[in-house]
């Protein structure tokens, strides 16, 4: 793992956007999957202004959803589809063509995760991800426990990610209570990883993913085995690690 260390939340924000137009330089028609929640929303602002003023061409990425909430349609503002597109495929000119959901309006959503793995393996598998830290350790909706093999799949969300959500909803007890998750293995084999991590709530997770055994209760911790992996974090997050 390669460790970034920034000051601050801008910091962060600037140096996952240089990571990221360095990675679409090499691969202009990169197969991408974008977290949503609040970490990276400033690294695809960055990457956005960047856009704007000429210095990166985003038009030939192949945008993958990482994970859905079960049941929501897309067109429900709460739907991360709906936030993924609002801040990452519009600002940076995503053609519809180029995008790959992972349907959890579809009638069968069994089927739609597995046309989804087939969707993912037909494009070549991944060239970067981007991901967040839940505070429980998961990758996606990969919650705990879960093993490096996991596939695409409908998981139930822990009591920690329903807390941890609530805040882009009314309250705790309207989040729903299952997603689809882009799988582990999937995560696991991309060719380069950004893992962003910001604020002091993430200290004691960030130091398990980082430091600790590989285990399925800390699904991130499973990143130390993947290739070409960046840990991009601020101080708050980091704390002298
Ligand atoms: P956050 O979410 O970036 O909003 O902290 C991260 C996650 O839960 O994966």
Not at 40 to 52: H, I, K, N, T
Not at 102 to 119: G, H, I, K, N, W
Request: with cysteine; glycine share 8%.
């Amino acid at each position: 793992m390669d460790l970034i260390i920034v000051d601050d939340y801008e910091a962060l924000s600037r140096a996952g956007a240089d990571w990221l137009v360095e990675a679409i330089q090499v691969k202009p028609d990169a197969n991408i999957v974008v977290a949503t929640g609040e970490t990276p929303m400033g690294v695809y602002r960055e990457l956005a202004e960047r856009r704007s003023r000429g210095l990166i061409d985003t038009s030939r990425l192949h945008v993958f959803e990482l994970d859905a909430y079960l049941g929501l349609p897309p067109d429900d503002r709460r739907s991360l589809f709906g936030w993924a597109r609002r801040s990452f495929i519009e600002p940076l000119g995503i053609p519809e063509a180029n995008i790959v959901r992972l349907a959890s309006d579809a009638p069968t959503a069994v089927e739609a995760c597995r046309v989804y793995d087939a969707a993912v393996r037909r494009a070549g598998g991944f060239d970067i991800s981007i991901l967040g830290l839940g505070p429980n350790g998961h990758l996606g909706f990969n919650e705990p426990p879960s093993l490096p093999d996991a596939s695409t799949r409908i998981v139930d969300l822990t009591p920690e990610s329903i807390k941890s959500n609530a805040r882009y909803w009314v309250g705790e007890e309207v989040v729903p209570r299952q997603a689809l998750t882009c799988g582990m293995d999937l995560l696991l084999s991309a060719r380069r990883t950004l893992l962003v991590v910001s604020g002091v709530h993430k200290h004691e997770v960030l130091h398990r993913v980082i430091e600790g055994p590989q285990t399925p209760d800390v699904p991130a911790s499973y990143l130390q085995s993947a290739s070409d992996v960046t840990v991009l974090a601020d101080r708050a997050a980091w704390q002298g690690l």
